[in-house]
């Protein structure tokens, strides 16, 4: 027997960080953005069975101011777009306002630490998200389109395809295939 | 006080090749070596060599291979569905590397898990060109909040 489910990353990883820092006995506020503020001051004990703690489930401390601020960019562009009202901004003024920094220093910080622009993180971000909901939601690819601000299907598929090298009915295809192929065996 | 929080970060990404032709593997050496990423390159002459060292007790397991489907001993479609039905081995990202451009080939190593297909170029700027896009790529999956059961590309 087969089971499918389907999860959403951004509220497991809130549980997770709520029961770690609950069980640790740790008071804070979670900021989301993968920000925790702590209220008291962490001993370098508890900090280091936090980190041990949450490293079972992948999530780990960041040491380094640049790496933070790198994740910080990172998490306000999944903010950015999710929200309607903010996709219709202009990313430079977007990130620079909520970030507090000039979009020149985060755009040569990003492309330093992680090997490609801001804009180009952004289309694959979207072309992910795209692929997330043609894997796990029964909407046609008129709907994505619509729904990730994409002014055509044929939008759409163009930069699917771009990123990607697949077509988008290749790409559902294959996720058909390896789902009949589980079910097999 | 804040703390940030991320998914992995490992700094190094750790690559292993398996494919029988000396000059293929030679080339690849080259050109991983000029790009920017920092890369620690592991080399295979066959499928059954890479399939015994992914299964040695405590060894430290790339992050990604790239698997020549045509070789002598055991071929990569093999070493792919080995990967693929054991799970310690689940985390790994397998780009598959070949001269075959049949459609019929690319989807069956997609459907049995391959998350990234590549038509070996002809040259070598071609061949740096592709090595780094899918380093990136594979770096944006390996530090970022990407969903890697969607993790599919074709260069």
């Not at chain 2, 569905?81 to 001269?99: G, K, M, V």
Request: neutral net charge; glycine residues 4%.
């Amino acid at each position: 027997m087969t089971l499918f489910v389907k999860y959403d990353f951004n509220f497991i990883c809130k549980a997770v960080l709520k029961e770690q820092l609950d069980a640790h006995g740790i008071s804070y506020v979670l900021n989301g953005m993968g920000e925790v503020e702590i209220k008291d001051k962490l001993s370098t004990g508890q900090k280091e069975a936090l980190a041990l703690a949450l490293r079972k489930y992948g999530i780990e401390i960041i040491a380094d101011q640049k790496t933070a601020l790198v994740q910080r960019i990172k998490n306000a562009i999944d903010e950015m777009l999710k929200d309607d009202q903010a996709r219709l901004q202009k990313i430079s003024s977007y990130l620079a306002d909520k970030m507090n920094y000039s979009y020149t220093y985060l755009s040569s910080l990003f492309s330093e630490a992680t090997y490609t622009s801001i804009e180009n993180f952004i289309i694959l971000r979207k072309v992910d998200h795209a692929k997330e909901l043609m894997a796990n939601t029964n909407l046609t690819l008129t709907e994505i389109a619509y729904k990730l601000d994409y002014s055509s299907v044929a939008h759409l598929s163009g930069q699917f395809k771009k990123t990607t090298g697949l077509t988008p009915t290749a790409f559902q295809n294959i996720l058909e295939k390896r789902k009949e192929k589980s079910l097999r065996l | 006080m804040n703390v940030n929080l991320s998914t992995r970060s490992t700094q190094i990404l750790n690559i292993a090749l398996a494919d029988d032709d000396e000059d293929d593997r030679i080339l690849f050496k080259e050109a991983i070596e000029e790009i920017q990423l920092k890369t620690k390159l592991s080399l295979f002459v066959n499928g059954q060599e890479l399939m015994d060292y992914l299964l040695l007790p405590n060894v430290i397991l790339p992050n990604l291979i790239f698997l020549d489907l045509n070789m002598p001993i055991k071929n990569g479609m093999q070493c792919l569905r080995e990967i693929r039905a054991n799970p310690d081995l689940s985390d790994l990202s397998i780009a598959i590397y070949s001269t075959s451009s049949s459609e019929r080939d690319i989807e069956e190593t997609f459907v049995s898990g391959a998350n990234i297909y590549i038509n070996k170029p002809n040259n070598f700027r071609k061949l740096r060109q592709v090595v780094e896009k899918v380093l990136q790529i594979k770096w944006q999956y390996h530090t970022g909040n990407l969903n890697r059961d969607n993790f599919l590309f074709r260069i």
